[in-house]
């Protein structure tokens, strides 16, 4: 059966993705807790990170992007947020580059960072790119669609990355989170790093900045629409696939309801990029727009919690979400694709 089954394309005509509005929340009036008790705190790598959100990897490699990072830095170390960077490789090309980043944690000193790099990019350089950072963890990013839209002068056209994935996993001395860059995750990915070392997963789904459109515009030969997983699809296949990673959810993330059903779908981590960046750049006080923001989020996730009748986390996970007819046909569909694999695999 599957997704491309064209009885399933006549029941869902106009399905272009699952979106948080097809999952609801199930009311709970009685939830015998007061606000005070809420702990919004996560723990994920050994480290208890205060809040289940954080800023995404957004730019690098210019200087209005060495603006934007550093004033993401300010905001992290000021909101106690985690802070992913852009991708280093352009600092691994031209290593006088990296004192930009090597400024990031003179900003935030204390706070957790994530470092970036694609995932064609061989161990030593990973080392490279978590020492100017002094980065906790890093992001190896996968791209595959967003390369193959670029002009044929600049995108990769061979993809063999788990073999190299796994051996930096292996190796490098902090965790190591696998990150799509906003085309989603199936369960046939996740089956894939399955076997791998990784710690984490972050899930990237459509529904956020379209790299594919970006670089089609810039000039790409391939014109790529309506394409990938959404950020709601993405955690549906993990639940679907059996996925025992922890998992990251990142793709189109616009507010505290969001962050509280991504959880809910079985992520530990929520991540913003073009929210943040958006909200940075359109104010005229950027930073002190993007704290307030921030610090809404946190008040209302507290609210949200309370509302599902949720003191942590382990308690929110076990509340259930009401499916849309549209989401519960993607899973009932999806689902029969993971039988088919079980079936085949015996």
């Known amino acids: 059966m599957g997704l491309k089954n064209w009885r399933f394309k006549e029941q869902w005509p106009e399905f272009s993705g ?7 929340l199930i009311p709970q009036g009685l939830p015998e807790l007061a606000l005070s008790e809420i702990d919004l705190s996560v723990q994920l790598f ?20 060495t603006s934007i990072n550093e004033q993401l830095a300010e905001v992290a170390a000021q909101q106690s947020l985690a802070l992913a960077v852009g991708s ?11 004192a930009d980043y090597r400024k990031l944690r003179r900003i935030n000193p204390n706070g957790f960072m994530f470092a970036n790099l694609g995932a064609h990019h061989n161990l030593e350089s990973a080392k490279k790119a ?23 002068s600049e995108g990769d056209r061979s993809f063999y990355w788990l073999e190299n994935i796994n051996e930096i996993a ?4 902090v965790p190591v989170i696998v990150k799509e ?20 997963i972050n899930i ?12 089609h515009e810039r000039g790409g030969e391939f014109k790529l629409d309506d394409y990938g997983l959404t950020t709601v699809e993405s955690l549906l296949e993990a639940e679907i696939s059996g996925n025992r990673k922890d998992l ?4 189109g993330i616009q507010d505290a309801q969001e962050i509280i059903k991504s959880q809910m779908l079985g992520a530990k981590l929520v991540s913003s990029a073009g929210f943040m960046l958006h909200t940075l750049r359109s104010e005229t006080d950027g930073v002190q727009a993007l704290n307030r923001n921030i610090e809404q989020w946190k008040e209302e996730l507290r609210r949200f919690y309370l509302l599902q009748g949720a003191r942590d986390l382990s308690q929110l996970q076990t509340r259930e979400l009401l499916m849309s007819p549209n989401a519960q046909l993607f899973s009932d569909v999806r689902k029969k694709s993971q039988i088919d694999y079980l079936v085949k695999s015996k």
Not at 18 to 24: A, E, H, N
Not at 89 to 97: G, N, T, W
């Open 18 to 24: 699952l979106k948080f509005s097809d999952v609801r």
């Open 46 to 65: 050994g480290y208890q990170f205060a809040f289940p959100f954080y800023i995404e990897a957004m730019t690098g490699g210019s200087t209005l992007g």
């Open 88 to 98: 280093q490789s352009v600092a691994i090309k031209f290593p006088e580059l990296a």
């Open 130 to 152: 978590v020492d100017m950072l002094e980065a906790n963890a890093l992001e190896l990013h996968i791209n595959v669609a967003q390369e193959l839209t670029m002009k044929n």
């Open 170 to 173: 292996n190796k490098l001395d």
């Open 181 to 200: 860059v906003g085309f989603g995750f199936s369960q046939e990915m996740y089956r894939q790093l399955a076997q791998t070392e990784i710690a984490a």
């Open 204 to 215: 990237g789904g459509k529904g956020g900045t379209n790299f594919a459109w970006i670089e």
């Open 248 to 251: 990251i959810a990142t793709g």
